[in-house]
């Protein structure tokens, strides 16, 4: 912007040489204007919503001490103008960034497995013994479960918990329920950017996700309830994206801080 100055005015010294200035008086100009035109860009201060935050910190805490888990899952697939996909998979997770899925065959046997070691994301066909291994970068599952969620957020809910930015501001909400609980978390723009609806014991039930133009990106209903060692974990979570994609998972036979050796989340090729 600042180059831009300079060039106009040399053009103009040039056009109009009544209009010349040297550098001195440009810069006392730009001294001038940039402290008003930069307010424009400073965000508005956020008080906090002390209430809020406290729903905020019981979300993020919610099962601390749960680590590890492993359990039989029903996983349906679902996308606009396809039939669902169904199968059972054992699923094994460990926070934060360890996660396997071996999904069983119809009629007996391993179909697949998905696995990360938190460097690396692996898919192994059984049947036709394809096997890819990448880097996970942002560990995003959306080329496998169509519905853009990160291996790290999927363990979150796994372990009964919402995946959040911290660093985002929190509101309540009017909700029409009588019993319900909403909580808006906001950016420092004030944009609203998650939405989560709690019941009456500030357990999550729903949570959406906006963009920057709150336009909701993917969603999450929860059902149910289960209580595991003491921990309190969803029966079932259904995640949604805007362009119509879904993944169900229902949880049943889970074991909770269960220890797992490093090696079960690394996937050699299968032998030919």
């Known amino acids: 912007m600042i180059r831009a100055v300079f060039a106009f005015w040399r053009r103009s010294s040039d056009r109009f040489p009544s209009l010349a200035m040297g550098p001195a008086a440009v810069i006392l100009i730009l001294a001038a204007w940039l402290p ?49 996909q169904s199968f059972r998979a054992a699923v094994a997770g460990q926070l934060t960034d360890h996660l396997r899925i071996d999904m069983f065959a119809p009629f007996g046997g391993s179909a697949g497995t998905v696995s990360s070691d938190g460097n690396h994301l692996f898919l192994v066909a059984y049947p036709s013994r394809d096997y890819h ?21 999927l363990l979150e809910l796994l372990v009964g918990r919402i995946p959040l930015d911290t660093a985002l501001s929190a509101r309540l909400i009017p909700d029409d329920g009588a019993t319900r609980t909403r909580l808006a ?65 229902a949880l049943q036979r889970y074991e909770a801080n269960v220890r797992f050796d490093e090696s079960l989340f690394k996937l050699d090729p299968p032998p030919s």
């Open 36 to 84: 008003s035109a930069c307010t424009r860009f400073i965000p508005p201060e956020i008080q906090p919503d002390i209430p809020a935050e406290r729903v905020k910190a019981a979300l993020v805490t919610a099962n601390t001490g749960l680590t590890g888990f492993r359990c039989v899952a029903k996983i349906t697939l679902s996308e606009p103008n396809r039939p669902k």
């Open 133 to 153: 291994k990448k880097r996970i970068g942002n560990g995003s599952l959306r080329r496998i479960i169509k519905v853009d969620v990160t291996v790290g957020d």
């Open 185 to 249: 978390l906001i950016d420092r723009w004030g944009r609203t950017r998650q939405e989560i609806t709690l019941d009456e014991a500030l357990h999550p039930v729903r949570a959406v996700w906006f963009d920057v133009h709150h336009h909701p990106i993917r969603s999450l209903v929860v059902s149910g309830r289960q209580t595991i060692d003491g921990f309190v974990l969803p029966s079932q979570i259904d995640l949604s994206a805007e362009s119509g994609q879904r993944v169900s998972v």
